[in-house]
Nanobody, 123 residues
């Protein structure tokens, strides 16, 4: 069992940077791949970025490639999402998730989800 709690979401202006953090509990966190998803109102939840268990391999959606960076600290049981050059279309609830290695392909389905943190980018 893994519990996930996101933090760091807030209202920012276009072009700003923001770092989201996800705190995990549970002894098996380091066994899992981790990912960030986002969901805007009226849309489906989509993967943004993923990272393998060791942090040596990552995946990014086309919409955030080059602007966002995912990282993890297994000793601290945390996953981070550094978001730069934010745009209004990045506005969404951002969810942290963990699951098996398939997450790193962008097509896996997580085993555990956090409750989400709201990011709003004003124009």
């Amino acid at each position: 069992q893994v519990q996930l709690v996101e933090s760091g979401g807030k209202l920012v202006q276009t072009g700003a940077s923001l770092r989201l953090s996800c705190a995990a509990s549970g002894r098996t966190f380091s066994n899992y791949a981790a990912a960030w998803y986002r969901q805007a109102p009226g849309t489906e939840r989509l993967i943004v970025a993923a990272i393998n268990w060791s942090g040596t391999d990552t995946y990014y959606s086309d919409s955030v490639q080059g602007r966002f960076a995912i990282s993890r600290d297994n000793a601290e049981k945390r996953v981070y999402l550094q978001m730069n050059s934010l745009k209004p279309e990045d506005t969404a609830v951002y969810y942290c998730a963990v699951g098996d290695a398939a997450l790193i392909t962008g097509w896996g389905y997580p085993s555990y989800w956090g409750q989400g943190t709201q990011v709003t980018v004003s124009s």
